[in-house]
């Protein structure tokens, strides 16, 4: 079993209202989050930022435009980050959260509790969906020196294959090379409504990232690719099901775009980027 826990905080500014200007951006949480963790456990904030691994939380916040509201996601694989900081709610009956100088009243705290697992026990083989992209996506790759900011179905699953490796690999573990060569053989985009933002992550320079909208779908069984991949003596043997290997692929194309819903996409995920909605449409009917 693996939990993730979502925290989420009902915030209103002090003063009664939230100038344009004044509006904070996903890296601003960021900075909220860990100034909390690091008053109360500066040990953790350090074990966070460990380098070349994948951070253990994402961001999400939703600004409400009619009334001066704002809801800071904060969803984390790391039970020891809801812990501490549930303990501290509790303890010090915690009210205000400052950003920067701006003080926003915390009215109300929202807790649920997922079993990420379950994720491969409810997933069916997707054969279309769309992906809204809530918040600008980009992708660092070693490809180049510029970030890719579309999601090429190759480095859309790969970099979620890579999250759920990083914390949920004792459920079950993607061999991701796999994954992506069989992606690269039969999933394409069909239609994409996207542009290019930018966005401002607490650093001197912007990113830029796609967002709107795109469709994907899988195409039949190439049959080139299954013909090289049974040239491997591993997949050559009498009960291997070039129909169930496929089915299989698209089930975990189901469970990484519902894992993404909750752990973001791509770079600065932790700055409230790549925030995802999933919309399947069709599925493939079990054989």
């Known amino acids: 079993m693996f939990i993730t826990i979502v925290l989420t905080f009902e915030l209103y ?16 949480f960021r900075g909220v989050l860990m100034k909390w963790l690091s008053d109360c456990k500066p040990e953790l904030v350090h074990e966070l930022h460990a380098h070349e691994q994948i951070r253990p939380y994402s961001i999400n916040f939703f600004i409400y435009r009619k009334i001066p509201k704002i809801e800071f996601k904060l969803i984390t694989y790391h039970d020891l980050i809801s812990e501490v900081l549930l303990k501290d709610l509790i303890s010090n009956n915690k009210s205000k959260l400052y950003m920067g100088e701006k003080c926003y009243i915390l009215s109300q ?14 997933t069916q083989p997707v054969k279309a969906f769309s992906i809204r992209f809530v918040t600008p996506v980009y992708f660092n790759t070693s490809l180049g020196e ?24 004792k459920v079950a573990e993607i061999n991701r090379d796999e994954l992506i060569n069989w992606i690269n053989a039969h999933v394409y985009i069909s239609y994409y409504k996207m542009k290019t933002v930018q966005r401002d992550i607490g650093k001197p320079e912007k990113v830029s990232g796609g967002l709107g909208s795109a469709s994907f779908n899988v195409q039949k069984v190439n049959k080139k690719y299954y013909e090289k ?32 819903q909750y752990t973001n996409v791509g770079a600065n995920r932790t700055a409230g980027l790549g925030v995802i909605n999933y919309y399947p449409r069709e599925y493939f009917k079990e054989v």
């Open 13 to 28: 500014p002090e003063n009664g209202h939230i100038r344009p200007y004044e509006v904070p951006f996903g890296y601003v």
């Open 229 to 260: 991949l049974l040239e491997n003596q591993e997949y050559s043997s009498e009960n291997f099901s070039i129909q169930e290997h496929y089915l299989d692929k698209c089930r975990w194309l189901d469970a990484l775009c519902k894992l993404g």
């Open 146 to 169: 510029y970030p890719v900011r579309f999601p090429l179905p190759s480095l859309f699953f790969g970099n979620l294959a890579n999250i759920w490796n990083a914390i949920n690999s």
């Open 109 to 122: 705290i929202g807790f649920e509790r997922i079993d990420i697992s379950q994720l491969l026990l409810s």
